[in-house]
């Protein structure tokens, strides 16, 4: 019996001995080949030099927008922009615009019907042009894709800076409205959607802030425009 016993057993612990060394022998040979093909834990994220490069070009721009935070007119501004990047993040902008072109909001209409004793023009601080100085920063840079098709490339960034309004201000009395100059500061932020090379849409909200005789304002402006981008230098 004792015969029987060990001619049974002896086989049956060899497959078990085989069985404990095959995973080590086989499995993980194959699991390294299977994850040189299919793991990407160990894959570096992706770099490399942006499509639409902006570094060391000037930017021209022209912008129309609408400042909606008036209490008494809607303005329309038109700007146009002289941007320089340095780099593709860091760079410097000078911007004039017009905002002579308005219209009354209906608070200022309904003062101006039935309120004969006050002009119209005694409302309020008529902005009429700006001159402003910038800092930009745009530290992202990207694609938007629909599978395996590139649509655009954009990037995003802010700016901040200081500059000049110039406005028809109604002096404290509100005897007499003046042309008058302004300090501002300036904090906004902005995107480009390039379409070519040396094309871009531009998006931008932004804040103005500065001081009339008397009051505080603080115009928020939402704008549109068309970037073209000269050859890098």
């Known amino acids: 019996m004792n015969h029987f016993i060990a001619k049974i057993?002896?086989?049956?612990?060899?497959?078990?001995?085989?069985?404990?060394?095959a995973p080590c022998a086989f499995a993980d040979p194959i699991d390294d080949?299977?994850?040189?093909?299919w793991t990407t834990q160990n894959v570096p994220a992706q770099t490399g030099t942006p499509v639409f490069s902006a570094a060391n070009r000037f930017e021209l721009a022209l912008n129309i927008g609408i400042i909606p935070t008036d209490d008494y007119y809607n303005y329309f501004p038109i700007s146009v922009d002289v941007h320089y990047r340095f780099t593709a993040m860091w760079?410097?902008?000078?911007?004039?615009?017009?905002?002579m072109a308005h219209s009354d909001t209906t608070l200022s209409e309904f003062m101006a019907k039935h309120q004969d004793t006050i002009e119209t023009k005694m409302l309020g601080d008529e902005q009429r042009g700006d001159l402003e100085f910038l800092a930009t920063f745009h530290p992202v840079y990207g694609k938007s894709t629909v599978e395996a098709f590139n649509l655009t490339h954009f990037d995003w960034g802010i700016f901040a800076g200081v500059g000049m309004v110039f406005s028809n201000s109604v002096n404290k009395s509100h005897t007499s409205v003046d042309l008058k100059t302004h300090a501002?500061?300036?904090?906004?932020?902005?995107?480009?959607i390039f379409f070519l090379d040396w094309?871009?849409?531009r998006l931008e909200a932004s804040l103005r802030f500065y001081h009339a005789p008397t009051q505080w304002l603080v115009p928020c402006t939402f704008s549109v425009g068309v970037s073209f981008f000269l050859p890098e230098l």
């Open 33 to 37: 080949d299977l994850n040189e093909v």
């Open 184 to 192: 501002q500061g300036i904090f906004g932020t902005d995107a480009h």
């Open 199 to 201: 094309l871009a849409l």
């Open 91 to 99: 760079g410097a902008m000078i911007r004039g615009s017009i905002l």
């Open 9 to 21: 057993a002896c086989p049956l612990m060899a497959c078990l001995i085989l069985l404990g060394f």
